[in-house]
């Protein structure tokens, strides 16, 4: 086949999607693309300028508590007014403000104000992002177009990574902090040429939606509180897979090695390329099954990971086998997990709370930031190694599985 008919393909595939859900998925692909780098190199960077891994996770936990606040906030505003553009603009603004201060920083406190400001806008932008794809992707169905925006995503979270992770060896230690601003500034373009048609189509969709979703649901679903706090626990665990990792393999194990920084990258790399391939095919297949089949997935999926991560601590030369294989595992966790979270916490909502329930999902993020990093970071600080973390996850990952599958299947 000849690159001109892959293009046409391609180009018919993408235009299947209506346009504003195609303008959100450019919007969370600049997003992403800016926060890959962010998210999964911050700690190495920080960690290569000598600061502990105490001081590394004290700054994601704040970065959790602001982002706690602006989550409230922005929850109140969704339920109430259309005009979504605003908190992304503001979000990308104050986005801009923190990697000014991640570049310039030097000791703990530049530091720990960007990620404060970090913190606030992820509080604004992710509920906004998830709230507006359900009323966007008409005729096509939620999952589907959750499968395809978090696709996006794994695009621009690896090019970040791989990109960002280049352009920091070879061109300036903090250059995904650049890259960063500059995805803020696209993303502003987009809005601001697109504000007009967003509101309306919006207000146009709210409706209809609603009734899809039957708007007389008035009280939370009874397995709410199981359902969000498998979503705590498998949000807990991509954190410490994203921070966490890292830390542990450049510090080594038990009996295993210290894995060198350039290693690591790959390894990220490797599992963001995996997300990045199977996020599409594994979203549209959870698509077809039961609406909490993702999650049953992914637990199992994060359990047995976690549980490899914790026996490649105690071995030596065979430990990066079992590290490949739990990456593996991880990326179909992952991608189970992103695109069917949010249809599950969209539906069980009432149809008055939609904006907070969106604001819940994103607190869950933040929470296994608020956990996970602070803790983990002491138990390296004061073990050298995160084995004890990983065999935690895994048990309460498989106990977590365990009670759904009895409760609810």
Same mark, same amino acid.
Request: proline share 2%; net charge positive.
């Given at each position: ?234 949000? /807990? ?50 698509? /077809? ?52 979270? /949010? ?67």
């Amino acid at each position: 086949m000849s690159i001109s008919n892959k293009f046409l393909i391609s180009r018919l595939w993408w235009s299947q999607f209506p346009f504003h859900l195609r303008l959100i998925t450019k919007i969370r692909f600049f997003a992403s693309f800016g926060a890959g780098g962010v998210i999964y190199l911050t700690s190495l960077i920080f960690n290569s300028l000598g600061f502990s891994a105490t001081e590394i996770g004290i700054g994601f936990t704040i970065s959790a508590i602001l982002g706690t606040l602006t989550r409230f906030f922005t929850g109140n505003y969704l339920n109430k007014i259309a005009k979504i553009h605003i908190p992304l603009v503001i979000s990308a603004l104050i986005n801009i403000t923190a990697g000014f201060f991640l570049i310039i920083s030097k000791d703990i406190y530049f530091y720990i104000i960007g990620q404060a400001l970090i913190g606030a806008a992820a509080g604004i932008y992710w509920p906004t992002a998830e709230f507006v794809v359900p009323y966007f992707c008409h005729p096509i169905d939620t999952r589907k177009a959750y499968a395809l925006v978090r696709s996006s995503e794994a695009l621009g979270i690896f090019l970040g990574v791989f990109i960002g992770g280049l352009m920091n060896n070879f061109l300036y230690l903090k250059s995904i902090f650049i890259n960063d601003i500059f995805c803020m500034f696209a993303i502003i373009f987009l809005l601001k040429r697109n504000k007009v048609s967003i509101k309306k189509t919006l207000e146009n969709s709210k409706k209809k939606v609603l009734d899809l979703i039957k708007s007389n649901q008035e009280s939370w679903n009874k397995n709410s509180i199981l359902i969000v706090t498998s979503i705590v626990l498998i949000t /807990t665990s991509l954190a410490l897979i994203q921070v966490t990792l890292p830390l542990d393999l450049v510090k080594g194990g038990v009996y295993r090695e210290v894995i060198n920084d350039q290693l690591i990258s790959l390894i990220i790399s490797f599992q963001l390329i995996l997300l990045l391939i199977l996020q599409w095919p594994i979203g549209s297949w959870i698509s /077809t099954k039961g609406k909490l089949f993702g999650l049953k997935f992914s637990l199992l999926n994060f359990s047995f990971a976690s549980l490899l991560l914790f026996i490649s601590s105690f071995l030596n030369v065979s430990a990066f086998y079992f590290i490949f294989i739990a990456i593996i595992l991880i990326s179909l966790g992952t991608s189970s997990f992103l695109p069917t979270s /949010t249809d599950i916490v969209f539906s069980i909502a009432p149809s008055n709370k939609k904006g907070y329930a969106l604001a819940l999902l994103s607190q869950c993020f933040a929470m296994g930031y608020f956990f996970g990093p602070f803790i983990s970071g002491r138990v390296l600080d004061l073990f050298g190694y995160a084995s004890i973390i990983w065999g935690s996850i895994s048990f309460l990952c498989l106990s977590m599985f365990t009670i759904i599958l009895k409760k609810l299947f």
